[in-house]
């Protein structure tokens, strides 16, 4: 089955700075990509997803790249601002083409912008 | 449009007591997944839905944990008997695509 790593576990930065997430699947068959935030006793909200046929997304501040080849994909939090102090989740799984089949989570990354 | 709804929102037990959760999906929604979230860890997919089938259930512990999807809407977990270790946040996921899931504010679970 699929397995889903996530470094680093903890990351801290000042606001204005710059945030990179980095994770490896191992499943070649995972084709959809999506990235989860979780404030502090929350549901996980998707914040950004990409698929397979696609390199990078960007959406304002926030951008996803994904290297099929070398199985690893990143988030990037530009001009990092105290509300995006949050858990961030990386997923994989099969996407529509197969029911979104073998979904799994990776362990998660405490994010905190200091002010 | 409403979201993924859930009950109880907090539950608290004894070890060997049974406990069922609730989740109604987002109106037109035909996958329907159970997450597990054990405090300081991502979710894990307990079983998954497409309309009233099972599509996944591989990492639900089927000697205590049962789930069903009546009608293809609403669905419950069950756990009998609980353990300690089933301490968590029980998340019902919906999702129109097989992608995007929307989450429920889950189920905190406490076994004593």
């Known amino acids: 089955g699929e397995n889903v790593e996530q470094h680093p576990s903890t990351l801290s930065v000042q606001e204005g700075d710059s945030a990179v997430i980095k994770c490896t699947y191992s499943d070649s068959a995972s084709n959809y990509f999506p990235w989860y935030k979780q404030e502090l006793g929350k549901r996980p909200q998707l914040i950004i997803d990409i698929r397979s046929n696609v390199g990078e997304k960007k959406d304002q501040r926030i951008a996803v790249t994904l290297n099929k080849t070398a199985k690893h994909f990143s988030l990037h939090i530009t001009e990092t601002q105290p509300e995006d102090s949050a858990v961030y989740f990386c997923?994989?799984?099969?996407?529509?083409?197969?029911?979104?089949?073998?979904?799994?989570f990776g362990p998660g990354t405490r994010l905190s912008v200091l002010p | 449009e409403a979201g993924v709804a859930q009950s109880p929102r907090y539950k608290i037990i004894e070890k060997r007591q049974s406990v069922a959760f609730w989740c109604n999906p987002i109106?037109?929604?035909?996958?329907l997944y159970w997450y597990q979230q054990i405090l300081g860890q991502g979710p894990k997919l307990l079983i998954q839905f497409q309309n009233n089938g099972v599509v996944d259930d591989s990492q639900l512990p089927k000697d205590r944990f049962s789930a069903e999807r009546l009608k293809g809407v609403d669905s419950t977990l069950k756990i009998q008997p609980a353990k300690l270790e089933d301490s968590a946040v029980y998340l019902c996921a919906s999702s129109y695509d097989g992608e995007t899931q929307y989450f429920g504010p889950g189920t905190r679970l406490l076994v004593l």
């Open positions: 997923a994989a799984g099969e996407g529509i083409y197969n029911y979104g089949q073998n979904f799994v």
């Open positions: 109106s037109g929604h035909a996958t």
